[in-house]
């Protein structure tokens, strides 16, 4: 449609557009494609909308099956594909998750409003691996989050984006209830210098994006469930890395 095709070019001059002085069409193009984004999102994070969506859908996903032991990231299966970089900034990221009724806690909101939060500035699909720590090869009833990072990376996986959390968010409305998915990503700082990471979840009172201890002595339960990316995918060097991760220090 003529209206798709318009969108595609407004939104790929939005964000270089509003910084250098875009001219007002363009900027007002920019506001009604995210806004025709938004309506076709609507209210689908509600918990009936919810789980009205992940009864029609006709391949209910879940992660929360036992996994056998990865070898390789090569082995793995895409548990699902996304897109990035269609939002031309923040505020309008803020407003669809709104806008489809998507829960957003505390901890998650103020780490979508840091300045290390970013967006892609092209479109692009990436593919998502779903792996819990048992599935790593860990066997304690607990593991460092660090611990985690590191196993993933030496078997071939890579950190997402930060972004992949509230674009999973919006792209996932069938989540089964009771599944938590933690965003395999380098922490952000709170204002108060606290890491966090974050976490798409369906806790049964509607589909939500919240934040988590993102230290790396954080222990996390062997069964968690992380979406990791597959480094062969070219994933851009500037990306996160496990070594990016912190240490709470005794006082």
Known sequence: MWSSALCKFAMSRCSTGWRRGGTFAIATLCTACVL????????????????????????????????TPIRSAADAPVWKTIKLGNFPDVFALFNALDAADCGVGGSAEEIL????????????????????????GFQTETVPLADIY????????????????????????????????????????????????????????????????GRGDAQIWVASRFLFMRSREGVPADWPKAADLETSKPP
């Open 150 to 213: 590191d196993r993933a990376q030496q078997l071939g996986f890579q950190l997402a984006a930060a972004e992949v959390a509230p674009q999973l968010r919006l792209q996932y409305f069938d989540q089964p209830i009771g599944e938590f998915l933690i965003i395999g990503m380098a922490p952000i700082k709170t204002w108060r210098g606290e890491p966090v990471i974050l976490t798409v979840a369906n806790g049964g009172a509607g589909l939500i994006l919240i934040g988590q201890d």
């Open 36 to 67: 025709l984004f938004v309506s076709e999102a609507r209210a689908q994070c509600s918990a009936r909308d919810a789980l009205q969506y992940h009864l029609r859908s006709e391949k209910p996903r879940s992660t929360n099956a036992p996994q």
């Open 113 to 136: 409003a840091r300045p290390a939060f970013t967006l892609s500035t092209t479109k692009r699909s990436v593919d998502l691996f779903a792996v819990s720590a048992a599935a790593l």
